[in-house]
């Protein structure tokens, strides 16, 4: 008897992911890209080379990446206003603002915003934090969407639509070459008369003015073998930046299709059970809180922890940040699989994620409170004052989440909210000048108690001039000294910044003593 013939399994057909669904979705516009985005593409990368170039060159950015960012916006507000996007689908008796997409348009004011970091702050770790910042808003105001994946994937969206530009730009290049001259030849045209009866009239009002011809001398790139390679570099990488706004203005990203369906409602009990628990620890650890905070003899309370107040202040605070980014995991979590039938259910959910979300705050206050007496008690540095304000945009985070989660049951703007949030947290805390404020807390200590770390401050930008500028001597020639070398006179009139110009200024009616003896402060105190 002869067995059953042997055949091979079935093959499992593939399922593709969401993700790699939204990847083979994200189709290019149905026409090529036209002369006009290509134009406005390619002038956006002269200003750039133009503009960032030289900033470049020198290692100075300053106005001149306001000036780049302006023209990319311009480029991306184009395309999606010739795409329709910028309007959206109304009766003709609304106003303009009522069909305007706001989001979009805010988005993008707030990325020129930050772009505009470069012009009044010097200090490098918070021009790069806010220009990358700048780059994620401006692409998600271009991408647009409401859910958390169209918010963080739209952020993002810049980088892989640069890719998806090359070949639509390709071939609208092709076929504006193969009918000839067409709708780009006038553009060129008007580009480049325009240009002849600058450099001939420029070169006739420099010659006539000496003024004009010092300003004018500050905007004219200077041109080596190696200034042309950055120009270069700076150029295209706006002119990617200006096309990639382009592409989303025409055709976002197909981020809803990453939205994850509905979760199924778990039991009441099997839900509430563990948030009430957590409620619980969350009670407890504010209740001991409120006790070493009233306590009349702080350090005589804590001597069996074997710490002083201060070092119970340092103590635990980055754990105190976890805790609350955990929190807002849980409250997310919580909601999505929170039952919603009866009323009784709703209720529920409101009591007890309110309750978390009230005591996350008090959690937040702890944590500030501890950090804000550790700084007054060894000074300000950048990580302190960075960590500060995350804390405190957390809060910010935990109410808008209390908002929309607790009190209105459904929030489509909580995404926006949270990621409009950070943009302008961003934007409060360059406002509040960093170095400044840090130099100008650690002048006052040093007033008060004697105390200063003058090798720390000489490494601030030139943001803590005008505070250090209080300090007597020898202290501030020893905390102005690399600052004052560090700024270059011969800087570009691209890389005008207002930080830079104000400690110039500082400098220059009462310099630096480079003689002085600062051996005292070869350690930190």
Same mark, same amino acid.
Do not use: W
């Given at each position: 008897m002869h067995g059953r013939p042997a055949y091979p399994p079935r093959p499992v057909p593939y399922k593709p992911t969401k993700l790699e669904q939204a990847i083979v979705g994200w189709k290019r516009p149905a026409? !090529? #890209?036209?002369? %006009?985005? #290509? %134009?406005?593409? %390619?002038?956006?990368?002269?200003?750039?080379?133009?503009?960032?170039? !030289?900033?470049?060159?020198? *290692?100075?950015?300053g106005v001149g990446v306001v000036i780049a960012a302006a023209a990319v916006a311009y480029v991306t507000g184009a395309s999606a206003w010739s795409a329709g996007r910028l309007v959206q689908p109304s009766s003709a008796k609304k106003g303009l603002w009522t069909r305007f997409n706001r989001t979009g348009g805010v988005f993008v004011l707030l990325a020129l915003c930050l772009s505009a970091t470069a012009a009044v702050r010097d200090a490098d770790w918070l021009v790069v934090t806010a220009l990358l910042l700048a780059v994620a808003a401006g692409s998600y105001g271009a991408s647009g969407g409401r859910s958390w994946a169209e918010v963080l994937g739209g952020g993002l969206a810049v980088f892989p639509a640069v890719g998806w530009m090359v070949p639509w730009a390709g071939q609208g290049a092709y076929r504006s070459m193969s009918s000839g001259r067409g709708a780009a030849w006038p553009a060129i045209r008007t580009g480049l008369i325009a240009a002849g009866l600058i450099a001939v009239f420029g070169a006739l009002f420099m010659g006539a003015d000496a003024a004009f011809g010092t300003l004018a001398s500050g905007l004219v790139p200077e041109v080596s073998p190696g200034s042309v390679i950055v120009y270069g570099i700076a150029g295209a990488g706006v002119l990617l930046l200006a096309g990639a706004g382009a592409f989303l203005g025409q055709a976002p990203p197909p981020l809803r299709m990453l939205v994850p369906e509905p979760a199924k409602p778990a039991g009441r009990w099997s839900w509430a059970v563990p948030i009430a628990a957590l409620d619980l620890l969350f009670l407890m650890f504010c209740a001991i809180q409120a006790g070493v905070f009233l306590a009349d003899d702080k350090d005589r309370l804590l001597r069996s922890t074997g710490l002083t107040y201060a070092e119970y202040a340092r103590q635990g605070f980055f754990q105190l940040v976890a805790v609350t980014v955990l929190v807002l995991a849980v409250v997310a979590a919580a909601k999505r699989?929170?039952?919603?039938?009866g009323r009784g259910d709703r209720v529920t959910v409101r009591v007890l994620l309110g309750l978390l979300c009230a005591l996350t705050l008090v959690v937040v206050a702890v944590a500030l409170r501890r950090l804000y007496l550790y700084e007054e008690t060894f000074g300000w540095t950048r990580l302190r004052l960075w960590v500060h304000a995350f804390e405190l945009w957390l809060g910010v985070v935990v109410v808008l989440v209390a908002v929309a989660g607790v009190v209105k049951g459904r929030a489509p703007w909580l995404p926006r909210a949270v990621a409009a949030s950070g943009a302008v947290a961003m934007i409060?805390?360059?406002?509040?000048? !960093?170095? *400044?404020?840090?130099?100008?807390?650690?002048?006052?200590?040093?007033?008060?108690?004697?105390?200063?770390?003058? !090798?720390?401050?000489?490494?601030?930008?030139?943001?803590?001039v005008p505070a250090l500028d209080r300090l007597p001597e020898p202290a501030r020639s020893c905390a102005l000294r690399a600052i004052a070398l560090g700024l270059d006179d011969g800087e570009p009139a691209v890389s005008g910044n207002l930080a830079r110009k104000r400690a110039r200024e500082i400098l220059d009616a009462r310099p630096s003593d480079m003689n002085v003896d600062c051996s005292r402060w070869s350690r930190s105190y």
């Open positions: 026409l !090529p #890209m036209s002369s %006009a985005l #290509m %134009a406005g593409s %390619a002038i956006a990368g002269v200003i750039g080379a133009v503009t960032l170039g !030289p900033a470049l060159l020198h *290692g100075e950015l699989y929170a039952p919603s039938a409060t805390l360059v406002s509040i000048d !960093p170095d *400044g404020f840090i130099a100008e807390h650690n002048v006052a200590r040093y007033q008060d108690t004697g105390k200063i770390d003058v !090798p720390y401050l000489r490494d601030l930008s030139a943001d803590a």
